[in-house]
């Protein structure tokens, strides 16, 4: 179970894009699904919106994955509280936050919150977010709830705050669901919004046919890309987005470098959830026409201080973002020294940071994207305390382009 969990709850590394496939009990044949030990995709979701206990399906799935020779989670993905089973790996949990219907807000979760609790089967948090794909789906049918819809600022507004709220709930993952059969997908535009504002797992799904829509969900900051139908139509197709998937990946890794120490996975998975969070702190600098660097401080796995940059609006030129979560920092835990926190920030610390990083004595320091002109590394190499570790690369080419986009906008 841990692998799940591992795999799907905490946000891939940069790169590391995944891609699941969708089957609808009533619909999925079987015999029909081209897979292979080394042709797959990494996840199969299992449900549809109507439809009863999925345990006899989910059994003769396994059976023709073991026959394949293909290790697959199974993940739940049901419509209602009568489609859960004991034997799949884990289910997204899911709440309808963009309908306004009791029901499948929560009524259906505690319909089946006894069997699921006493399984073990392991429970992703998930918000599943409608949004208008240009079709009347069976989901919003059954559920009777509409669409969020992306075509007016108004719409889009909501469906970020949607999202926000999500997190603030407590939601592991955020589904945008365009709709089995979409006309349009959810579009990379609505995908950017909200991971700009959310760092849980991003899930999106409905209307992606093509190689180069599922790359654009990916650029866009999707991390797991949910393909249902067309496969249903189209077994043979697999391929091809498998190959895209990989292209993807082999060229997002490459241009972001080497990456410091590798360190054990689980540590890079949490470096790119509070990464995360500190790009979200560059982008509130960039709405404030500030340079795009954000900054948090984790102690405990929890965030004690963060910061962005200032130096416009104080009219400072120490207002780094650094120095602002440093502060913060320090104030939370009521005392100069932080020893055992790590801080993360957006673009590699320039000489006076980590003067004051060194100060504080923050023994590991992640950043994202180096900086050769103004960086430490060329002027103060040893500002850092002597036991100080640097991871660097995480998250990489988003914390860059932030700046590089900046600075052209600019001239
Ligand atoms: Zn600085």
Redesign the pocket.
């Known amino acids: 179970m841990d692998e799940i969990n591992h795999n799907i709850l905490y946000r891939p590394s940069l790169g590391d894009k995944k891609l699941a496939l969708l089957l609808d009990p009533e619909k999925a044949d079987l015999n029909a699904l081209p897979l292979s030990s080394d042709s797959h995709p990494d996840f199969i979701f299992v449900g549809g919106s109507t439809g009863g206990d999925t345990t006899p399906f989910v059994r003769a799935l396994r059976e023709k994955l073991s026959i394949v020779n293909c290790q697959l989670s199974i993940i739940l993905f049901p419509g209602s509280a009568a489609q859960f089973t004991p034997e799949a790996d884990a289910i997204l949990y899911l709440s309808l936050l963009s309908g306004d219907n009791p029901e499948y807000l929560v009524s259906q979760q505690i319909k089946s919150a006894r069997r699921i609790h006493t399984s073990s089967v392991e429970v992703i948090p998930t918000a599943y977010i409608l949004i208008d794909g240009g079709v009347e789906t069976s989901t919003m049918r059954v559920t009777g709830t509409k669409p969020l819809n992306p075509s007016n600022a108004e719409g889009i507004q909501t469906i970020i705050d949607t999202s926000i709220a999500a997190e603030l709930m407590g939601k592991q993952a955020i589904y945008l669901e365009a709709g089995s059969g979409a006309k349009t997908p959810v579009s990379p535009d609505i995908i950017r919004e909200v991971r700009k504002n959310t760092s849980v797992t991003l899930i999106v799904g409905g209307g992606i046919r093509t190689p180069e829509a599922m790359q654009a969900a990916y650029s866009a900051g999707a991390d797991i890309v949910v393909i249902g139908n067309h496969f249903e139509s189209h077994p043979e197709d697999l391929n091809s987005f498998l190959t895209a998937k990989r292209s993807y990946s082999a060229a997002v890794l490459q241009c972001s470098g080497p990456t410091g120490e590798a360190g054990p996975s689980e540590q890079r998975s949490d470096d790119s959830r509070f990464m995360r969070l500190a790009l979200q702190e560059a982008y509130k600098a960039q709405d404030a026409q500030e340079i795009p660097i954000g900054c948090v401080i984790v102690s405990d796995n929890r965030v004690i201080g963060r910061g962005h940059n200032l130096t416009e609006t104080l009219a400072d030129v120490t207002a780094?973002?650094?120095?602002q979560a440093i502060t913060a920092a320090s104030q939370t835990l009521g005392g100069k020294y932080l020893p055992d926190a790590t801080l993360y920030v957006t673009v590699e610390?320039?000489p006076?940071?980590a003067g004051a990083i060194g100060w504080a004595q923050i023994k590991r320091i992640v950043y994202g994207a180096p900086d050769p002109k103004r960086g430490y590394q060329t002027y103060a190499p040893r500002a850092f305390h002597p036991k100080a570790t640097v991871t660097s690369g995480i998250l990489e080419e988003e914390c860059r382009s932030l700046i590089q986009e900046f600075f052209k906008s600019k001239r």
């Not at 780094?320 to 120095?323: K, P």
């Open positions: 780094h973002a650094e120095i610390p320039c006076m940071c």
